[in-house]
């Protein structure tokens, strides 16, 4: 559907479409219906939907007419009410009151008047001090005299019985403050009697905005403290002094690695020794006979077993003459010992050489630059700057090639190379 134009109810356009006082009108057909103005959206005025502008808006009078006395009593009615219920208001606040906090404003406005007001008096009676004028009393002055006198008297006891119970400070006799010095030293064992009872309890608190605000930053700096120290100590070794306990395990380690490696070679030097021993013990016992140290062997048993014949043999031993080879042995012909081939120690083969630590990232000096702080370096134009490490906007941390110092560097005095 088309829209039309409240002037001339023609097709409006959305090129030309102007949309006021609920109606669609054509830019050129929004006048004011008295003097055909153009009118636009920020000089017009609208009333009954028609519009109108600043001299030719209809404006709305008023008749004056003569008050009734139904008027006049309604008005006093209304005025009557109207006071009645401020006055009873008023009685059930009266002897209410609300206690607000003094602001800072509020106290500094009190004080300021309060100085304001001494100054005052004390400039007044700066001003009025020394002049004054003679006057004879006359008996009405001193009857007011002396009323005024009494009724200072009756003042001043008024004051009295008020300020009754109230004291006065003295210096302090010796037994006031040998009491003192009692009541402290009783409030200081209770105090230790308290804090002994709560030690060991905490109190949570809930972490408010600031403590957690402080807590991080603490985080922040303690952790840039550490890896600046870790920097600093990188490459470095601490030596510590060796406790009992630590000189015993290296002691024990020592111990075990050479057990270790001698295990076999001792082992095997040992077996070489005893072997002829054995051998030359076990002809005698056979060319000898019994021999009272040596048990006798079961026959049967596996040290009896031939294995040249692959038959068992048994040795007969009489409490005298010579002893009687069992039935069916037949001794072993005479074995010569050899010695196995001693194995030359073999050197291990030497390490490589460990390959030269990387320089990591590598910067070049643009300008000379002074330390200011301890955790600084100082280093000279062209100067090499390697292991750098980018710690935050505009400062770095690296090592100077040339001095070999490590520490903190602006980042705007260096470019990087690699």
């Not at 090129?15 to 054509?26: A, I, R």
């Not at 040290?303 to 009489?318: A, C, V």
């Amino acid at each position: 559907m088309s829209k039309k134009c409240a002037k001339c109810e023609k097709t409006v356009y959305p090129t030309e479409e102007l949309k006021c006082l609920d109606k669609f009108w054509h830019k050129a057909c929004f006048k004011c219906e008295v003097c055909n103005m153009t009118l636009n959206m920020k000089n017009y005025k609208g009333y009954n939907k028609i519009p109108y502008c600043n001299v030719h808006y209809p404006t709305t009078s008023f008749t004056a007419v003569a008050d009734t006395p139904e008027n006049q009593r309604i008005k006093q009615n209304t005025k009557v009410q109207s006071n009645v219920q401020y006055h009873s208001e008023f009685e059930k606040q009266k002897g209410a009151y609300t206690q607000v906090a003094d602001t800072p404003d509020m106290l500094r406005h009190q004080q300021n008047t309060k100085n304001i007001s001494l100054i005052e008096y004390h400039r007044n009676f700066e001003e009025s001090k020394s002049q004054f004028t003679c006057v004879t009393d006359t008996p009405v002055m001193k009857t007011q005299l002396t009323n005024t006198k009494n009724v200072s008297l009756i003042e001043y006891h008024k004051d009295f019985e008020k300020s009754k119970s109230k004291y006065t400070q003295v210096a302090d006799s010796p037994e006031i403050q040998k009491y003192l010095q009692n009541t402290k030293n009783i409030s200081l064992i209770q105090y230790q009697k308290d804090f002994t009872d709560s030690k060991g309890s905490c109190y949570q608190v809930p972490d408010t905005v600031e403590m957690l605000t402080h807590r991080r930053n603490t985080e922040n700096v303690s952790r840039i403290k550490y890896h600046a120290d870790f920097e600093k100590m990188k490459g470095k070794k601490l030596t510590v002094v060796d406790d009992p306990e630590t000189m015993r395990i290296k002691q024990n380690t020592a111990i075990q690695s050479q057990v270790e490696y001698h295990k076999v070679k001792d082992q095997l030097n040992e077996m070489e020794i005893r072997r002829p021993d054995r051998e030359a013990r076990d002809e005698l016992e056979f060319e000898v006979g019994f021999v009272e140290d040596v048990p006798t062997r079961r026959v049967g048993s596996i040290s009896d077993y031939d294995p040249m014949n692959n038959q068992f043999g048994s040795i007969s031993r009489y409490s005298g003459g010579d002893p009687e080879p069992p039935r069916g042995y037949q001794a072993p012909p005479p074995q010569s010992y050899q010695p196995p081939p001693q194995q030359s120690y073999q050197p291990p083969p030497p390490q490589p050489a460990m390959p030269p630590p990387s320089e990591g990232m590598v910067c070049k000096a643009l300008y000379d630059y002074t330390s200011a702080d301890v955790d600084e370096v100082s280093f000279q134009e062209d100067d090499l700057i390697i292991q750098c490490q980018p710690i935050d906007e505009g400062w770095m941390e690296g090592t100077v090639k040339r001095t070999g110092q490590r520490g903190m560097l602006p980042s705007n005095y260096v470019e990087p190379v690699n």
